[in-house]
């Protein structure tokens, strides 16, 4: 090597003993940092624990929304460019028979089944990732208590991601559901009802203003609008007339009362299909608000 490669060892202002301080090079004399190499070379070695005594090296993190929890290997296709002939056609087969080890029994293969509609349909209705680990986890308890055979997959899909928004207060109407599902309204409830008889889901009654956002956006209404509907829920929740009704139909009712009190064109009809609900419906709570005295409407 010739004397321009070799690195210097004295510091160049003052001469003095460079000395290497984790990733910098720091002269031990007057603290002039020389040079610094912030690149880790190393492996990705990281631990779980609270100390370093066991660290490992992990690929992609584990995941509930695959029948094999994501530990599946695949053989790529990227080294095909460097096969010819036999040498390509014997990855290829490798890769299929591969392909077809990975769903070793029926169980699974239903359950790769379920899993895909219900990665589809939590993004269809754009639900946060934990619904869809909730639901998978879900679907796997009903098969292991036998709850799906005789009965349809893409149902019990649907209805375990029904039963994880029921479950996590999510304000997601059982049309709203079904819209998106590949299974009809009778094959979700079904499937939800062997869900909540045999499985116990800690179900509860939704607050109705989880709604009025939502529908407010969707039907373009002004925020002094959607702000009286709040008002209107929470007085309906103090009177009881929340108690035993579709949550969706109340918020839908509210947000109409708001609409005519603020002189806002609404008709009950938009009303009513935003919520998935009839227009008998709505204008049977908004007949009860009325009566209630939470509001001042008193036309027809």
């Keep these: 090597m010739s004397e321009a490669h070799v690195p210097s060892r004295t510091c160049p202002e003052c001469d003095g003993r460079l000395t290497p301080d984790s990733d910098e090079t720091v002269c031990s004399d007057c603290g002039l940092v020389v040079s610094e190499d912030r690149l880790d070379r190393g492996p990705e070695w990281r631990t779980f624990a609270d100390d370093d005594t066991d660290k490992e090296r992990t690929g992609a993190p584990l995941t509930r929304s695959r029948h ?6 695949e053989i790529g296709h990227d080294s095909d460019l460097r096969l ?9 087969r490798m890769r299929k ?5 990975k769903i070793g029994s029926k169980t699974d293969r239903n359950k790769v089944y379920a899993y895909t ?9 754009d639900l946060p990732k934990y619904v869809r680990d909730q639901a998978c986890t879900l679907f796997k308890s009903a098969q292991k208590e036998d709850l799906v055979r005789g009965r349809s ?11 994880a928004c029921r479950t996590r207060n999510l304000s997601r ?9 590949r299974a009809d309204k009778s094959e979700l409830k079904r499937a939800y009802d062997a869900l909540n008889r045999e499985l116990g889901l800690p179900t509860g009654p939704i607050d109705p203003s989880e709604f009025l ?30 108690a035993g009704k579709n949550p969706g139909g109340i918020a839908a009712a509210c947000l109409y009362t708001a609409a005519r009190e603020q002189n806002h064109a609404l008709t009950q009809k938009a009303a009513a299909d935003v919520a998935g609900v009839t227009a008998v419906t709505l204008r049977s709570t908004f007949d009860t608000l009325r009566k209630s005295e939470c509001t001042t409407i008193t036309g027809p």
């Design 68 to 73: 094999d929890r994501g530990l599946t290997t």
């Design 97 to 101: 028979h591969h392909d077809r080890a």
């Design 84 to 92: 010819t002939g036999r040498k390509r056609r014997q990855v290829a």
């Design 213 to 242: 956002a939502r529908f407010a956006s969707r039907l373009d209404l002004p925020h002094r609008v959607e702000q009286r509907a709040h008002e209107l829920t929470a007085e309906a929740k103090d009177r009881g007339i929340v």
């Design 153 to 163: 997959l893409e149902g019990f899909a649907t209805a375990t991601v029904y039963a």
């Design 173 to 181: 109407t059982l049309t709203e559901v079904v819209d998106a599902a």
């Design 117 to 125: 509609e219900i990665r589809r349909l939590v993004g269809a209705l």
